[in-house]
């Protein structure tokens, strides 16, 4: 049953994106739109609602977290290695599921913090999954040269899915209370389950094997470019998380703009993101991947230093306008890059290492930057994230010449070397 027109699909992608998505690219890219609202609908109010209907403390709040930053990494990888076997779509299901029903038990809890912090802090460990299951399904079915349209293609989807939450939250909240805004994003939930059920092949045709577990650490720990690469990520990652958790502080804490007048700034990032993000990706489709990665992390993390020199309003916007250039250039081609290096039979494996190291960076993102603003003043934060950026484009460069130095001189991908064990479960 065609619920969504390939046709429609079509349509809305050349009017949106400026180009014509491919059906089942436009498939994924509903799902992952709502799968977007879903999750920012939710946890942009989650700390307001554990201080309000919880009667939790602050520091209850930071502890939801830190938790879910910690134990959210481990979760993404270990989901990804298991869509290896299982599928993309089984793991997305069972991950958006499995949340929904949280975030619904979550209006049963009272004013019992505990049990209210484990079923946030549980609701942000079974999402993960599903995020390493979806960008795994876009490297099954996209051929490489085209991943990086995909990848830009799919986090527009998804950036309009973030975009959509809080005003959807606030919404809710105005409908029916906190009840309305847990029931709210649980439907929301069970809808994008239905429709990748019925929407989403569950694994690519270049995705017929699997490994087992213990094979598949061993293959990723001694493939060294991507373990390079993993890190230019999280550091990249860091750079873009403060952006997103740092940058806001400092705006209204330091600079004194007022919280109305940076939530204005802040908009104009999705909204370049939205317009222009498959645009650029597509004009810049010559370039080479180093290149590419270089300038998009070059324009996240130097800009930050022109705040050094001044915080009026003109710099800050400047600096909003050149990171969002940059984070369009960098994140859909590090994926693309990313699902290039993995065997394909272990897509998930490898995109769950790139979510593990994006979760992990939310975590230490906020930490060193607000601990480096206590301590030793703005100065030593913007310096800090613009020394993470060379550092990561010199891993970045390191990475990829490796990896054209194994296609080059033939060497064999350490999948293909090292010895086989039985599958965890056949697929």
Known sequence: MKIIPAALLKSCGKL???????????????????????????????????????????????????????????????????????????????????????????????????????????AGVVWAPGRSAVNALVADLVPAESRDQA??????????????????????????????????????????????MILLPDRGQTSKESTGFGQTVRVVGADRPFMLFLLATLLGFMVYMSFETVLPVIAVDSFGLAPPTWGLLYAVNPVLVLLLQVRLTRW????????????????????????????????????VIVFAFGEMLWVPTMQAVIARMAPPHMHGAYMGGYTSSQLLAWMIAPLTGLQL????????IWIFFAALSAVSVTASLIAVRGVRRRQGTGMPHPATVLPNEPSDRKA
């Not at 990665?293 to 705040?307: A, D, E, H, K, R």
Request: aromatic residues 8%.
């Open 284 to 319: 810049t489709k010559s370039w080479p991947s180093a290149l590419t990665l270089s300038v998009g992390v070059l324009l996240m993390g130097p800009p930050f230093l022109l705040l050094m020199a001044t915080s009026d309003l003109v710099a800050v916007t400047l600096v």
């Open 151 to 196: 990848y830009a293609s799919l986090r527009t989807a998804n950036n309009l899915g973030v975009v959509v939450g809080p005003p959807l939250a606030s919404l809710l909240l105005l409908l029916g209370g906190w009840a309305a805004f847990l029931i709210g994003i649980a439907v929301l939930g069970a809808l994008t389950c239905w429709l990748a």
């Open 373 to 380: 603003h206590e301590n030793f003043g703005d100065q030593a």
């Open 16 to 122: 949106l994106l400026g180009v014509e998505w491919e059906p089942t690219l436009g498939r994924a890219a509903v799902v992952h739109l709502l799968s977007g609202a879903s999750f920012s609908t939710f946890w942009s109010y989650v700390g307001v609602w554990a201080i309000e209907s919880l009667d939790a403390t602050a520091t209850q709040v930071g502890l939801i977290f830190l938790l879910s930053a910690v134990l959210t990494p481990p979760a993404a990888w270990v989901g990804g290695h298991i869509s290896d076997h299982l599928g993309r779509r089984r793991i997305l299901v069972g991950s958006t599921g499995a949340q929904s029903a949280l975030i619904l038990s979550l209006g049963l809890v009272g004013q019992h913090v505990m049990w209210g912090i484990a079923l946030v802090v549980l």
